[in-house]
C-alpha cells in the first residue's frame, strides 16, 4: 500500500472514531452539554488535533447526520424491487419506522435535531441534498401511485408532506415515550408477541388506507 493511500486510511479512520464518540456523548450528555474539549478527551485527542478534521460541533453533527441518510439509503434499496407503487409505498413506510425505531441516535440528528440544517444555512446552501433526495422518492412513488389511480383530486407534494410528517410524527413521539400512555388495547386486540412499532406500522397502514 503506498504511503499517500496509508495516510488517507488512517484519516478515515480517525474521522470515524471522532464521530462515534461524538455520538455516544451526544446520547449521554446531550448535544449542548457536549463540548469540542468533550469529545477530544473521548478519542484521546487534544481539541487542536480535532479542529483540524472538524471546525465546530455543527460540523460533526452534519457529518454523523450524512453517515444517517446512507444508511437509510442503504435499506431503502430493497423498494427497487417492490414493482406496484403503492405497495412500494407501504414498504417505505414500514423501512422507514424500522429505522427510526433501530437508530434512534441517527434519526434524532436527521429529522429532530437543528444543528445539520444550522450547517445548510451557514454554508449558504440553498437545498437539504440529503433530505431531498429521501424526500424525492416518496414523491416520485407519491405520482406513480396517482398514476394507478389512488390519492385521487389530492396534489403530489400534499400527499407526500402528509404521508411523511404522519410517519415522523409517530416516531417521534415513540421515541420520546409520548405514546406510552396510549392504550392500543382500546381498538386492537392485543398481542403480547406485538412489539409497539407493529401497531404503529398498522396505524399508519389505516390511515394510509382512508387516504388513497
Not at 131 to 153: A, H, M, P, W
Request: proline residues 3%; glycine residues 4%; hydrophobic residues 35%.
Amino acid at each position: 500500500m503506498a504511503i499517500s493511500d496509508r495516510k488517507l486510511r488512517e484519516k478515515e479512520d480517525l474521522k470515524k472514531r471522532i464521530l462515534e464518540a461524538a455520538k455516544v456523548l451526544f446520547l449521554e450528555k446531550g448535544f449542548e452539554a457536549t463540548s469540542m474539549r468533550n469529545i477530544a478527551e473521548r478519542v484521546e485527542f487534544s481539541p487542536t488535533t480535532l479542529y483540524l478534521y472538524y471546525k465546530d460541533k455543527n460540523d460533526i453533527v452534519y457529518a454523523l447526520h450524512q453517515e444517517g441518510f446512507k444508511l437509510l439509503a442503504q435499506q431503502f434499496r430493497i423498494i427497487s424491487n417492490v414493482e406496484h407503487p403503492y405497495e412500494r409505498l407501504k414498504t417505505m413506510g414500514r423501512i422507514y419506522l424500522q429505522f427510526a425505531e433501530e437508530n434512534p441516535d441517527f434519526y434524532e440528528l436527521m429529522f429532530v435535531r437543528q444543528g445539520p440544517i444550522l450547517h445548510v444555512q451557514k454554508h449558504n446552501r440553498d437545498d437539504w441534498e440529503e433530505g431531498s433526495r429521501t424526500y424525492n422518492v416518496l414523491y416520485e412513488t407519491v405520482i406513480e401511485c396517482q398514476n394507478e389511480g389512488y390519492f385521487k383530486d389530492l396534489l403530489p407534494h400534499n400527499v407526500s408532506l402528509i404521508v411523511w410528517s404522519t410517519l415522523h410524527g409517530m416516531c417521534t413521539l415513540h421515541m420520546h415515550m409520548r405514546l406510552d400512555c396510549v392504550k392500543f388495547e382500546d381498538d386492537y386486540e392485543v398481542d403480547p408477541e406485538k412489539s409497539r412499532p407493529e401497531y404503529i406500522y398498522e396505524t399508519f397502514m389505516a390511515f394510509l388506507e382512508r387516504l388513497k
